[in-house]
């Protein structure tokens, strides 16, 4: 038989244990199942090589099960089992964690690491265990890759005999004391082996531990058009979620979730719409032409509201509550001082000189501006930053409204080469300054969004991996730039796919710039127990290529996961200003300056030349020229389709 030496590690995943050691019993049992499997002396020796605990968090579980199975030297296990957080709670994230670490989840392998979830009780974590022992030589060679031929050599009954679990009459009738029925179901050795996904849910990246010589020369993912790429990642983008925000300047840029009503009247009194003098205008009131005392002041400050008698007066500023029983104000315009107090501080008699005041003439009737339950806002608006919005929900007392929450925007660059825009010194062979992490993140500010500066990822698939796994935690839309092509080292699509167990619903889009193009979601559980969608999108290195793909793909998502109502960019018409050629198998989204015409009319110039690497075609692009996949070119003065980026001058 082909025996050898098993690594082996146990994981104990518990709040409790990791706080205080001496609560874990669950390690020493499934310590003393090995001892007793190695004190058999026959077949495959296990060794216990490491045992941790770690509390119930998906991180912590996740960094030490990689620690473990990324390790390619001498202290690489051949077996990881982990114990506790297999529970239904918000706090059991077991499943998820390492489900998520696996490159092969149906399996429970990671790169020639096999990996179990044990239940947390004692007893249970032994019993199963148990179960499985005697198989578990077989299938971690296979991980670790044994020759599956001198494996099977000797066929079903030598790896039966291997295992010890044949099915002799001795070991079929201890099976059946121990399971009951299975009996039944175990007469005939090995069932018919059954798929559990289907070919289209497979990954169909390279596979990274392969090497160079084994990725594909030409691109597995089907080319989309720009309207198909749109329609997936609408399709895809999860709902927007409703909370509550206060009444201040953090609404900007949010959609209102459902119709807003008027909590109180404005105005909530009847107030003066001028400077100048109450009084009362009717037909059992005296003319009100004529010398009146001045019997009180109202000025636009809370207290206490007079009452006024006919034939008086009271002076009265803007916006102030009008006295009880006044009809109306006359403006100071019309009239005059006739006499003053003695000290000749304060008006004792003014002369009203007209008799053309009208009962309500220069007030505002309580609510005749807003009546209180009236709808003052619909779902669906959004508060903008010219104040009116705001302006309007406070006047009527609202404190909070409910509204689309805002998803927050993770931004990483990738690559070797890649090094931060600012650091100081020369560039060295072969270095690139990072223009896109700046440039994405100022585009994604400008749209209204909250960013996360992810920094720059290495090219491996270990750190892209980690880089993604700590994104998730703090942004739910993450956008990469590089990696996506065909390369050796461009390992984004296998890191997405294969390590975070994700769907690549795009690879490529038929457009010019950003033909390698990637939309992806990922299954995501928070802190709190609840399982949420992630989105990445994975956008082409080149700096022409990421931000307009940026403003063509992921605004949009932006937008429809906020609740927006333009889901897309601005379409507009406009006459080209010189020759601009087609490209015939791709459509193009030419950078182009757009202005207002003198004689009426949007005229679109362009940046120059469009070389997706050429950062300056993007200097001033306020739109792209929407050009189609033709022979030929767009002649001067033509009309034609944009895209507006941001505003048009010449106005």
Known sequence: MNYKLLKAAILIVSDTASQDPSTDKAGPLLRDVFAEEEEEQRGDQWTVSAQRIVPDDVLAIQRQVTAWCDDGGDDCVNLVLTTGGTGFTGKDNTPEAVVAVMSRPVAGVRNKTIIITLPGSPKGAKENLLSILKQLPHACKQAAGEDSRVAHAGGVKALEQEARTGTTKASMSHHHHQQGHAHHHSHHGHAVPKAHTSPEDR??????????????????????????????????????????????????????????????????????????????????????????????????????????????????????????????????????????????????????????????????????????????????????????????????????????????????????????????????????????RPTVMAAVRGWGFDVVDLGISSDSQTSLEASLRSAMRSASVIITTGGVSMGELDLLKPTIERSLGGTIHFGRVAMKPGKPTTFATVPFKTNTGEHETRLIFSLPGNPASAIVTSHLFVLPALRKTSGGGLVGMERVVVSVEEDVACDPKRSEYHRVVIRAGRHGGLWAASTGGQRSSRVGSLKSANGLLCMPAREGKVGKGEKVEALLMGKVTGF
Do not use: C, W
């Open 203 to 436: 990954p169909i990246s390279n596979d990274p531990r392969e090497g160079p010589t084994q990725r594909y020369r030409e691109s597995p993912y089907p080319m989309v058009s720009v309207d198909e790429a749109l329609e997936l990642i609408l399709d895809n983008a999860p709902q927007p979620r409703i909370i509550k925000v206060p009444v201040n300047g953090e609404l900007v840029g949010h959609v209102l979730a459902e119709d807003v009503h008027a909590e109180e009247p404005v105005p909530a009194f009847r107030a003066s719409i001028v400077d100048g003098y109450a009084m009362i205008v009717g037909k059992d009131a005296p003319s009100s032409k004529g010398t009146f005392p001045v019997a009180s002041i109202s000025h636009a400050t809370p207290g206490e509201i007079l009452r006024l008698e006919k034939g008086q007066v009271a002076r009265i500023t803007t916006g102030a509550p009008l006295p009880l029983e006044a009809t109306s104000v006359v403006m100071v315009e019309d009239s005059v001082i006739r006499t003053v107090t003695e000290n000749g501080k304060e008006e004792a008699e003014v002369e009203i000189l007209t008799n053309a005041i009208k009962p309500g003439e220069n007030v505002r009737e309580i609510g005749s501006d807003v009546r209180a339950g009236e709808i003052i806002l619909r779902k669906g608006e959004e508060i903008t930053a010219t104040g009116g919005e705001l302006g309007l929900l406070a006047s009527v007392g609202k404190m909070e409204v409910s509204v689309y929450g805002k998803p927050v925007v993770g931004v990483l660059s990738t690559g070797d080469e890649i090094v931060p825009h600012d650091r100081p010194g020369s560039l060295r062979l072969g270095e690139v300054r990072d223009t896109n």
